[in-house]
């Protein structure tokens, strides 16, 4: 199975400035369907994962315009343009077909 | 709107099998559009993939678990459920079941919507 690894694993940020997490995976994620379904999810603290990007660059309904999502092939990036307290929490990087796998998490925190 | 609830026991014996239920109301599990998955969360560590079924009786599983589980969905009941085998103190986790968007029989990795999740603690 793809392995997702997401480094770093622990991100302090100052409030105001930019955030960048990366995924790597193990084999391509592009399907046969010519779509690449790497998905990234915000864990708040206490709270259920929501997802934020879908294929490595959309949006979902409600997400800040702050986030951003980039890459392809086994290289994704994540980036906040400027944090804000509500950002707290971890952040996982996805492969969204089955057999579905997530990164191991990276921790953003309010230095 | 859509909700998700986990049941079963909260103490499961070493070597002995965990299972749930996800009981969904507002929605229905025969849904051609969606997948019904199980993901757990180990105390203060990651998401954890489980696996996944559709009303059709497809199903995919995490292959580190695959001989250990088994999935099965109920649409009568409107439930699917989740048994898992022989389990370790290291299967103690938080257990969600999520809902997954279906396209073509691809799964979009959305989990849109999620229970409550439900601590089960493998102890003797």
């Known amino acids: 199975d793809v392995v997702m690894t997401q480094s770093p694993l622990s991100l302090p940020v100052t409030l105001g400035q930019p955030a960048s997490i990366s995924c790597r995976s193990s084999?391509?994620?592009?399907?046969?369907?010519?779509?690449?379904?790497l998905n990234w999810f915000q864990q708040r603290p206490g709270q259920s994962p929501r997802r934020l990007i879908y294929?490595?660059?959309n949006r979902d309904s409600g997400v800040p315009d702050r986030f951003s999502g980039s890459g392809s092939g086994t290289d994704f990036t994540l980036k906040i343009s400027r944090v804000e307290a509500e950002d707290v929490g971890v952040y996982y990087c996805?492969?969204?077909?089955?057999?579905?796998?997530f990164g191991q998490g990276t921790r953003l925190e309010i230095q | 709107q859509l909700q998700l609830q986990e049941s079963g026991p909260g103490l499961v014996r070493p070597s002995e099998t965990l299972s749930l239920a996800c009981t969904v109301s507002?929605?229905?599990?025969?849904?051609?559009?969606?997948?019904w998955g199980w993901i757990r969360q180990p105390p203060g560590k990651g998401l954890e993939w489980i696996g996944s079924?559709?009303?059709?009786?497809?199903?995919f599983r995490n292959t580190s678990l695959r001989s250990r589980v088994a999935i099965s969905i109920d649409t009568s009941q409107n439930q699917f459920s989740l048994r898992l085998s022989s389990v370790t103190v290291t299967d103690t986790a938080v257990y969600y079941c999520?809902?997954?968007?279906?396209?073509?029989?691809?799964?979009?990795?959305?989990?849109?919507?999620w229970g409550q999740g439900t601590l089960v603690t493998v102890s003797s």
């Open positions: 507002g929605g229905s599990v025969s849904s051609n559009n969606h997948y």
């Open positions: 294929k490595i660059s």
């Open positions: 999520a809902r997954l968007g279906r396209i073509a029989a691809i799964s979009q990795g959305d989990f849109d919507y």
């Open positions: 996805m492969k969204g077909t089955h057999p579905i796998a």
């Open positions: 084999q391509s994620l592009v399907h046969s369907d010519g779509d690449t379904y």
């Open positions: 079924i559709h009303h059709d009786g497809t199903t």
